[in-house]
């Protein structure tokens, strides 16, 4: 079950990830999302295209994306409902 935090974004999960998989996406792209304080919170962008040089995007089989999974305290890690919408269909 997908947990929503932020209207019209839910928290990153493994079963979101997976499904990016299985659909073919290579990068996702990492934005900071305005959250009330002490939240920091990062949009996770998927991309099945070779992005652009940037800090922020990471092959989507990277510890880094990885990671993101683990959870941190006062970090969370959205995705927006619109990167969904092709879950919903199968």
């Known amino acids: 079950m997908q947990r929503?935090?932020?209207?019209?974004y839910v928290e990153f999960s493994s079963e979101i990830l997976q499904d990016w998989i299985d659909s073919g996406v290579s990068y996702i792209k990492l934005?900071?999302?305005?959250?009330v304080a002490p939240y920091s919170a990062f949009e996770l962008i998927p991309n099945s295209e070779i992005p652009e040089?940037?800090?922020m995007i990471h092959?989507?089989?990277?510890?880094?994306?990885?990671?993101?999974?683990e959870?941190?305290?006062l970090v969370k890690f959205l995705v927006h409902e619109v990167y969904l919408e092709e879950e919903e269909e199968v």
């Open 53 to 55: 040089e940037g800090e």
């Open 31 to 35: 934005v900071e999302v305005e959250m």
């Open 59 to 69: 092959n989507i089989h990277s510890e880094d994306i990885s990671e993101l999974l």
């Open 71 to 73: 959870g941190m305290e």
């Open 4 to 8: 929503q935090l932020k209207k019209g």
